[in-house]
């Protein structure tokens, strides 16, 4: 099993050097195959745009093999030459933009089943904003003001980005819909691994990561560890 990165937006700057610099390492270094996936940027035809940022950033950062993967409907979510790129890569990130509509781009489609089969084989999956809030088990999509179904990666858990200037203003709503869910708010340019002692999570960044379970807040800062759990084996 590799790693997890969730981070809380505002990617590809200021201090999110210190996680995906992170990121990098778990994945292998510098001649990592890092896969750039802009899906959840394409309903506003945004994806080419933030899929070169994500290669510049992580080429700053002194990646070598650094690929823009062309996974941005279902269509494309089911063909072979992007299913053969997942799989042979090590650190796979998944960019902000539509969540709702970057799950229903995954859910169910040959780059998922990639993406698991590779993150079983010990490659590191990264998510930010949109990217992050996939992988739990539900999520509140903004734009229709739903929960939506997540794609269950970290089970038990609702991630909320950008917590630091709105995701907050959810809180109150899913602790009431989601009582039995851990909600895990990570600030904008913060990221939390599960690479500390017997997989605890670790955070880094400049923000904070804020844990809701049941009754209890919890909020951990840069360097601190801090278990979750919900994780597949």
């Known amino acids: 099993m ?7 937006g505002s990617e590809f700057g200021g201090q999110m ?3 995906d610099l992170h990121a990098m390492r778990l994945a292998g270094g510098r001649d990592a195959c890092v896969a ?4 959840a940027a394409a309903p506003d035809g945004n994806h080419q745009r933030a899929g070169e940022n994500g290669r510049s950033w992580f080429q700053s ?5 650094v690929l823009v993967v062309s996974l941005v409907d279902r269509t494309s979510a089911d063909n072979p030459e992007v299913i053969a790129c997942l799989r042979r890569s090590r650190l796979i990130y998944l960019l902000g933009g539509f969540p ?7 859910r169910g489609t040959s780059a998922w089943e990639a993406i698991c089969a590779a993150l079983q084989q010990g490659a590191t999956l990264a998510g930010s904003s949109a990217g992050a809030m996939v992988l739990g088990d539900f999520f509140f999509n ?6 939506v179904k997540g794609l269950g990666l970290v089970r ?5 980005p950008h917590f630091n200037r709105f995701g907050r203003s959810w809180v ?26 017997d997989g605890t999570w670790s955070v880094y960044g400049g923000g904070a990561v804020v844990v809701y379970r049941g009754h209890q807040t919890e909020q951990y800062s840069d360097g601190e560890n801090f278990e979750l759990g919900g994780l597949p084996v």
Do not use: F
């Open 156 to 160: 038990a858990t609702s991630i909320i």
């Open 100 to 106: 709702e509509y970057l799950a229903e781009v995954l």
């Open 36 to 39: 750039i996936v802009p899906a």
């Open 61 to 65: 950062l002194g990646a070598r093999n």
């Open 142 to 147: 903004p734009v229709k003001q739903n929960l």
């Open 17 to 19: 050097r210190a996680s």
């Open 172 to 197: 109150d709503r899913l602790r009431k819909e989601l009582p039995s869910v851990s909600l895990i708010g990570i600030d904008e340019e913060t990221g939390m691994i599960n690479d500390g002692p």
């Open 2 to 8: 590799g790693y997890l990165v969730l981070q809380g």
